[in-house]
Structures are given as C-alpha cells and as structure tokens.
C-alpha cells in the first residue's frame, strides 16, 4: 500500500492508530442496518445445505458411529457457564449483565471445530456432486451406500485440496480421506504440529509453508488449478463453506425455544464470534440475523495483531488492506485467527449484519483459558477464547452502542451467547503447555 493512502487511512480513521499500535478496541460498525441485506448471498442456499447434509446423516452414522445418538446431524449444545462469567467479572473488574452462555462448538463431532459445520459440508457436496453425475447416487438413495469400496475407489480417483491454518484442515482431511479421497492440505507456518501429524495419519498429504495463511491458500489454488480432477476449497471466497456455516444459525433457533431463551425487543441477543478470514463467524452471523433481525447484535473477535476484518470493515476496502499494510505482523498463539487479509466476498456481506469488532491480546487468550479451566473445568484452544472477551468490552465500551439501540436499560434480560469455536481435539500434552502460560 503506498504510503500516502496510508497516510489518507490514518487521517480518515482515528481507531486506526489504536489498532496498529496493537491496543484492544471495540469498533461499530455504522452500517448495520436493522433490517440487513446483500444481493451476494441467499437463504435458498442455507436451505439446500441443511437439505443436502439430511440427506447425508445415514452415511455419517456408519461413517462416524459417534453421530448416532444425534441421527447422524454434526451440531453442538449450548450451556451456561455462571462461575466463568463470575471469574470474568472479577478478572476484569465489571459486571456483565444477562445470561452468559456458551456455543459448544469446540465439542462438535468428527473434528471438534466450527469448521466441522462449513469444511464438511462442502466435501459432502462434492462428493454428492461426483457420485450424481457418474450414475452411482440419486437423490433419493439411502447414502449409507457412499461408505462402500465401490465408492471409496471412485472417489480415490479425484482430489481435494485446501489451504489452512489447522482446522479447516483437519475437517477437509478427516472427512475428505474417509469419503476416499485424495486430500492436500497446504498449511501456514501458524499450523500446529499435532494437526498436521493427525492429518498425515489420516492419509492426507500436507504441505507446509513458512509463509502465512494468505500464502498456503494462493499456493494450493494455483496447484489445484493445475489438476482438472482437484477440487479446490477456497476459504477465501466459497459460498459452500458459508452455507454450511449458516445451518448453524437455525439449529439454535430450536436450541432457544426449547431451553425458553427468548430473542425480542425486550430480549437482546449479543453473539461473540472468533474471527479469522471470516467465513466461519460470517455464515453464522448471516444466518442469525436473517432469523431474529434486529435483537440479535453480533461482534467479531480477532487478535490485536491480525484485525484483518475490523480494518477491512472499518475502511469499506475489504481484502484490499492486509494487517501488514498498517504494520502489524499477523503473529498470534491463536492459530486459527493468524489471518491477515480477510476474505473479500464474506467482509461485502457483513456490512450492514454486524455490529462490530473487537481486539484481544493473546495474554488476554491464555488469561482466559486459565479462568475457563480454573472455573468450569472446560478446556478450549487459545482461538475460541476470544469469544470471552465480547461481553467485557460491551459492558465497557459499548455504553454508546446500547443507548443508541435503546437496550441499555435491557441488559439484565439480555443473553450473552460465546461462541466457542475450537478445543476438543487439543492432545493433552498439547493442553498443559498452554495451561503453563494462562
Ligand atoms: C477457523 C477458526 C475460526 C475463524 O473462522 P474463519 O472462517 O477463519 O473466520 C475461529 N476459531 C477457530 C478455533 C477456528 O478454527
């Protein structure tokens, strides 16, 4: 970026100079409307993903005897955690009004991420794609017939690759390799060894790069370009991964109503989504608001040095200012947030859905992580901690934001949703090392 549009930036955004000086901010978003809206994007293709992945729940029972007891659907509870929002509270010395709970999602099925929801879905849809075109699968079909050798040998002869910084990965690579496929998965120098190695375990060859995300992603699109049989799942752009994101959305509507958590006027929903290129948080904060409207107030978390959404966002040019353009370096223990250029396509549509952004430290992560264990006995990776950090920055920051919507004096009827994104498949020894550093 040339120096003088920098210079433009810094002048046009004051918040800016926060952010590159790596201090943790709440940024609104002045865009969101009530009734949000984008012409990139529909709820007819969140509609065929929870179709498509129905159809698919006899062939992930046997494929996965873990999802029988929920019928072959990949989805998480919700909970809430009284001591840790106590523990916060002291830690950080506000009170948080409302009901705090979490999103389990570092418990979902197969690969213990929220990119279980987006990565599977777009495997799946491909290989239902491959298997209907070839007159080996209708629509109709009991799927079960997909974990057959016949199957596994046809799609042995096709690839998939991906360009990750851990969990989109291990999603791609474990249902990928299950399917049968041939699966590549170019990692950035942020990806931790314990997935790599499971994803080598698994069968999948991975690629490593001393380059960040932004790199691995653009090396194996061009790889795949290169091989008509290779599927390439692009985290930067694709629409698959965002739909399977937003079934999320729906599955916790029916969560709500059975547990009584109403979202109303008089019942403000606030949800806190770890934010890396964007297509994880994005999917579900599309769904969310295309369901309850305006009560529903999302913000996105990122890492002090990798606010590649908030920067995006907050200058309207998306993928074209990266982290490294202000002078930050994208380093962080929160692997899966290590992005530095957010995704263009999913930054257009948030525009007028999300409320805002906000900057955690990394101290702040393992902080975190410490009280999470310390109170609830609950383990999640340095990523999904930054959810935490929403209610807190709300409640301090966020003063201005709340009067404007008229909620401020509703809080105590609030829900605080933390979307907890990642943990469960951390290995022990893997654990202790971070619990070191809370
Ligand atoms: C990938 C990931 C995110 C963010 O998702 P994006 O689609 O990259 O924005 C958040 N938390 C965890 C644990 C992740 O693995």
């Given at each position: 970026m040339v120096n003088n549009l920098k210079h433009e930036l810094f002048e046009a955004y004051p918040l800016l100079k926060n952010i590159a000086n790596q201090n943790t901010v709440l940024w609104e978003n002045t865009k969101r409307l009530k009734k949000a809206q984008t012409d990139l994007f529909s709820m007819e293709e969140v509609k065929e993903a929870e179709e498509t992945l129905k159809r698919f729940s006899s062939y992930l029972i046997v494929a996965f005897p873990e999802l029988a007891a929920s019928e072959g659907l990949i989805?998480?509870?919700?909970?809430?955690?009284?001591?840790?929002?106590?523990?916060?509270?002291?830690?950080?010395?506000?009170s948080i009004a409302g009901q705090f709970i979490l999103k389990c999602d570092y418990a979902l099925p197969i690969s213990g991420s929220i990119k279980a929801r987006g990565g599977i879905y777009e495997v799946l849809k491909h290989a239902e794609r491959l298997a209907i075109a070839n007159s080996l699968l209708k629509e109709e079909d009991d799927y079960a017939t997909l974990a057959t050798d016949e199957l596994r040998a046809f799609f042995q002869q096709y690839t998939i690759a991906v360009g990750s910084t851990g969990n989109l990965g291990l999603s791609i690579g474990i249902m990928g390799t299950k399917l049968g496929f041939n699966v590549v998965v170019h990692m950035s120098s942020d990806a931790k060894e314990w997935k790599k190695a499971m994803l080598r375990e698994k069968g999948a060859t991975v690629i490593e790069y001393e380059a960040d995300y932004s790199v691995a992603v653009e090396q194996g699109r061009k790889e795949a370009e290169q091989n008509p049989m290779c599927h390439f799942i692009d985290d930067e752009n694709s629409k698959d991964l965002f739909a399977g994101?937003?079934?999320?959305?729906?599955?916790l509507q029916a969560q709500f109503e059975k547990t009584n958590i109403a979202v109303d006027e008089e019942h403000p929903l606030f949800v806190y989504l770890p934010c890396g290129v964007g297509g994880g948080p994005g999917g579900v904060a599309y769904g969310l608001r295309e369901l309850f409207g305006e009560?529903?107030?999302?913000?996105?978390?990122?890492?002090?040095?990798?606010?590649?959404?908030?920067?995006?966002?907050?200058?309207?040019?998306?993928?074209?200012i990266s982290v490294e353009d202000i002078g930050l370096d994208n380093k962080t223990e929160a692997?899966?947030?290590?992005?530095?250029?957010?995704?263009?396509?999913?930054?257009?549509?948030?525009?007028?859905?999300?409320?805002?952004?906000?900057?955690?430290?990394?101290?702040?992560?393992?902080?975190?992580?410490?009280?999470?264990?310390?109170?609830?006995?609950?383990?999640?990776?340095?990523?999904?901690?930054?959810?935490?950090?929403?209610?807190?920055?709300?409640?301090?920051?966020?003063?201005?934001?709340?009067?404007?919507?008229?909620?401020?004096?509703k809080m105590e009827q609030a829900t605080h949703l933390v979307w907890a994104t990642g943990g469960s498949m951390v290995p022990q020894e893997m654990r202790e090392e971070y619990l070191k550093k809370a």
């Open positions: 989805e998480s509870s919700i909970k809430e955690i009284p001591n840790m929002k106590a523990a916060l509270e002291k830690e950080f010395e506000t994101y937003a079934v999320a959305a729906k599955r009560h529903v107030h999302i913000f996105f978390a990122e890492p002090v040095a990798s606010p590649c959404m908030t920067i995006g966002l907050m200058t309207g040019l998306h993928d074209e692997d899966g947030l290590a992005v530095g250029r957010a995704s263009k396509f999913v930054g257009k549509v948030m525009e007028t859905y999300i409320s805002g952004c906000y900057t955690v430290k990394d101290e702040e992560l393992f902080t975190s992580l410490g009280l999470a264990m310390e109170s609830e006995g609950l383990f999640l990776e340095p990523s999904a901690h930054a959810g935490m950090f929403g209610p807190i920055q709300l409640m301090k920051n966020g003063q201005s934001y709340l009067e404007k919507h008229n909620i401020a004096d």
